[in-house]
């Protein structure tokens, strides 16, 4: 293979690889390789993202994205990013397979089945991680922008499909109970991250919850988030939501769906990203896009249709597949889980809107010397933008009966 000497960007040789024995197996040999950048600063955080367009003498072509992990040190003592590409692996490799067989088995009209990005290969190496998938934009799939509210067709598509996702959990729950705990072994654990998340954590605690201007509002929040760790990994403990606990994507933020059209509507959405992926109560997925995604203005419009929609899915969903709703969630279930998980949706925009929101140039550097980490490390990502969006969070907590 040889290397397209215009592009600055060099992959590592166990990369090209990986890449040279992909491209074999598509009968594409002798083929060139063009390698960039497929992100912007701040559009990810655990690790470069390339796309590798290849090219071979009878004019085949095939485009990848190639997701290889951070291995600075101090990356990995704050995140544990080598469980982070294990977890998506799994996902790729075992779990998309084994929903797609599902459906498959269940005779779902294609038109109507979810389907995942393709997977081809990876390296678990610690500190070399890397994932092939798909270049899901070769097919005509975009990221939304980031620094953007959904509107409503967006928002009512992820709703849509993360109900579809969910019921898929709920059925192989019920008619494959022994494959569903195989499956979800994997994922069960509340991840563990390193010493320093704590600090950084309550740093963005301290410097979101500032940002909220009524007095009232800010003290209800501080009086239900006072033990603002304990909350965050309680919510997302298993063992406190069973036994309505299903696979969830876990990192539903903005940037994690890619979206394609069709005379200027949303035709079709996928997941990407899959290194939290774990077993949870449905309304962490919910909670998280949600309040990280959306702004105050959408959600007044849409919040209640938006759970309706999402019921709606899920039911019509389980039902055609051989399973009652009643049985597998009910509505009551549903309804309760609202109320003590939604709450998971104020950690999640204080964990992620200054991040979201930020200006490239001011997005984190995730190499930073945990001795750096101080108060004032998050004044640079805060914008007005991010100050509206979360009095807006705050205030919807309170209005919407969570908090």
């Given at each position: 293979m040889s290397e397209n000497t215009e592009t600055a960007i060099v992959l590592r040789d166990d990369i090209v690889q990986v890449i040279n024995g992909i491209l074999k197996n598509e009968n594409m040999e002798d083929a060139s390789l063009e390698v960039s950048e497929a992100?912007?600063?701040?559009?990810?955080?655990?690790?470069?993202?390339?796309?590798?367009?290849?090219?071979?003498?009878?004019?085949?072509?095939?485009n990848l994205i190639v997701k290889s992990a951070l291995a600075f040190k101090t990356s990995r003592e704050t995140f544990p990013i080598g469980l982070y590409f294990e977890r998506e692996t799994f996902a790729y490799?075992?779990?998309?397979?084994?929903?797609?067989?599902?459906?498959?088995?269940?005779?779902?009209?294609?038109?109507?089945k979810l389907h995942f990005a393709k997977y081809y290969d990876s390296i678990v190496e610690p500190e070399k991680e890397i994932i092939v998938l798909e270049d899901l934009k070769v097919d005509g799939y975009m990221l939304y922008d980031?620094?953007?509210?959904?509107?409503r067709q967006h928002l009512e598509i992820v709703m849509k499909t993360l109900a579809r996702f969910h019921a898929m959990s709920f059925v192989l729950k019920q008619k494959k109970p022994a494959l569903f705990e195989q499956l979800t072994e994997n994922v069960s654990k509340v991840m563990e991250y390193g010493v320093n998340i704590d600090s950084i954590f309550i740093i963005a605690k301290k410097a979101c919850f500032g940002l909220i201007e009524c007095a009232e509002i800010k003290q209800k929040v501080e009086d239900n988030f006072s033990d603002f760790m304990a909350?965050?990994?309680?919510?997302?403990?298993?063992?406190?939501?069973?036994p309505y606990n299903v696979i969830c994507h876990g990192d539903c933020w903005i940037n994690n769906f890619m979206f394609k059209y069709e005379d200027d509507?949303?035709?079709?959405?996928?997941f990407v990203d899959w290194q939290i992926v774990r077993?949870?109560?449905?309304?962490?997925?919910?909670?998280?896009?949600?309040?990280?995604?959306?702004?105050?203005?959408?959600?007044?419009?849409?919040?209640?249709?938006?759970?309706d929609l999402y019921y709606e899915t899920?039911?019509?969903?389980?039902?055609?597949?051989?399973?009652?709703?009643t049985e597998c969630y009910p509505l009551e279930a549903f309804q309760d889980q609202i109320k003590s998980?939604?709450?998971?949706?104020?950690?999640?925009?204080?964990?992620?809107?200054?991040?979201?929101?930020?200006?490239?140039?001011?997005?984190?550097?995730l190499d930073k010397n945990p001795e750096d980490y101080d108060d004032n490390m998050y004044d640079a990502m805060i914008s007005q933008l991010c100050r509206d969006r979360f009095n807006g969070v705050a205030k919807d907590m309170i209005s919407f009966g969570l908090i």
């Open positions: 992100t912007a600063k701040g559009d990810n955080y655990i690790g470069k993202i390339y796309r590798v367009k290849s090219n071979d003498k009878h004019g085949k072509s095939m490799s075992v779990i998309h397979p084994t929903m797609c067989e599902l459906q498959d088995e269940l005779l779902i009209p294609n038109k109507e980031r620094q953007k509210s959904f509107d909350k965050f990994r309680g919510f997302l403990d298993c063992k406190n939501t069973e509507k949303v035709a079709d959405m996928k077993l949870a109560s449905p309304i962490t997925d919910i909670a998280y896009m949600m309040f990280s995604s959306t702004d105050e203005q959408l959600r007044s419009d849409c919040y209640t249709r938006s759970l899920l039911d019509k969903n389980i039902t055609r597949m051989g399973c009652k709703t998980t939604m709450p998971f949706g104020l950690v999640a925009a204080t964990m992620l809107l200054p991040v979201i929101l930020c200006d490239k140039e001011n997005a984190p550097d």
